[in-house]
């Protein structure tokens, strides 16, 4: 990812972006421009979508409450997701907000709710989460914004993986491996298409466990001599495996 511009704020936008065009912003963004952060009439920030890049924009009042931006120049062409699905049991509210922020900041490009025998929250408020991502997005200077699939239980995502995601292996997190280093069994995997597996805060049923090691497309792996809490192996499950066979 090229670098940007850290002394300028970032904004995610609902709407097209391109050379000269004129975006007026909801009250809420505007609010926050004008009256959070004060900014005023020829202030630079810089805007992205999702799809069409990064661009400078200027602001432009039109009130107390109200703002427009127009949009100066690309600062940076679109890129693409990155090719790495992130599986996760849901958490409670606040772990939740921290495990899918540092999803977006460790690479993930989609969010897969998974529904194990275990986890505590069935109920998931994807509108929030997808706010998490936009926000991680806007303070880390992520342009492709990875996008939040609906829940689904274990059995149904192992039972259709070969519909839907043939040919992506799944890194499912381990804690009863026999090693502790996962940079072993990593470095004997072919590089390709990936999604990394964290259960729950009780971790995996002995029955799940059987399952997910009876599928030629699921690797166990450790994650070191310690037990995590979930939040925590998330981030440290996508750091080790974009080390190994990511973007890194």
């Known amino acids: 990812m090229a670098r940007y511009d850290f002394r300028l704020q970032r904004l995610f936008l609902r709407a097209r972006l391109a050379d000269g065009a004129d975006v007026e912003l909801d009250r809420e963004q505007a609010n926050y421009l004008l009256n959070v952060l004060r900014m005023s009439e020829g202030d630079r920030l810089l805007v992205f979508n999702g799809e069409d890049g990064e661009w400078l924009?200027?602001?432009?009042?039109?009130?107390?409450?109200?703002?427009?931006?127009?949009?100066?120049?690309?600062?940076?062409?679109?890129?693409?997701?990155?090719?790495?699905?992130?599986?996760?049991?849901?958490?409670?509210?606040?772990?939740?907000?921290?495990?899918?922020?540092?999803?977006?900041?460790?690479?993930?490009?989609?969010?897969?709710?998974?529904?194990?025998?275990?986890?505590?929250?069935?109920?998931?408020?994807?509108?929030?989460?997808?706010?998490?991502?936009?926000?991680?997005?806007?303070?880390?200077?992520v342009i492709a914004l990875p996008s939040v699939a609906e829940p689904v239980t274990l059995e149904h995502l192992l039972d259709t993986w070969h519909v839907h995601d043939a040919g992506r292996r799944i890194l499912y997190c381990d804690e009863h491996e026999e090693t502790t280093n996962p940079l072993g069994i990593l470095s004997d995997l072919e590089r390709g298409p990936l999604a990394v597996l964290i259960g729950p805060e009780g971790g995996f049923s002995k029955e799940e466990r059987i399952v997910l090691r009876s599928k030629p497309f699921v690797t166990p792996i450790p994650l070191g001599p310690r037990i995590l809490r979930a939040d925590t192996a998330a981030v440290a499950a996508l750091a080790v495996v974009q080390a190994a066979l990511g973007d890194w």
């Open 57 to 141: 924009a200027s602001v432009v009042p039109a009130g107390r409450r109200v703002c427009r931006l127009t949009i100066v120049e690309q600062t940076r062409a679109q890129t693409p997701l990155p090719d790495l699905d992130w599986l996760f049991a849901p958490l409670k509210h606040a772990r939740l907000d921290y495990m899918v922020q540092k999803a977006v900041e460790m690479g993930a490009g989609r969010l897969r709710p998974v529904i194990t025998r275990h986890t505590q929250v069935t109920r998931i408020n994807t509108e929030r989460m997808e706010a998490n991502v936009v926000e991680a997005a806007e303070q880390c200077g």
